[in-house]
């Protein structure tokens, strides 16, 4: 079952950290988002458990700006 997170945009490490912990073995976590801090993971749990964590970053700040302003000229 897939749930959406809660976390801001931008949010702490520590709010994914809370989410890892809660996957049932076997879980994947999907993050959508941006984190404020690097993740610090326990490859171990990982292992154990066979958990995945994925995600992805289609661009950066200045890049969506830029989108952004060719967006608005037309």
């Known amino acids: 079952m897939c749930r959406p997170s809660t976390a801001p945009r931008g949010s702490a490490p520590s709010t994914t950290l809370d989410g890892l912990k809660s996957l049932k073995p076997e879980g994947i976590a999907i993050n959508v988002s941006a984190l404020t801090d690097p993740l610090p993971i ?6 154990t458990t ?3 964590y994925r ?6 700040i200045a890049q969506g700006q830029r989108m952004a302003d ?5």
């Open 55 to 60: 995600g992805s970053n289609w661009f950066n």
């Open 70 to 74: 060719l967006v608005r000229s037309g």
């Open 42 to 47: 326990n490859p171990v749990h990982f292992m």
């Open 50 to 52: 066979q958990i995945q």
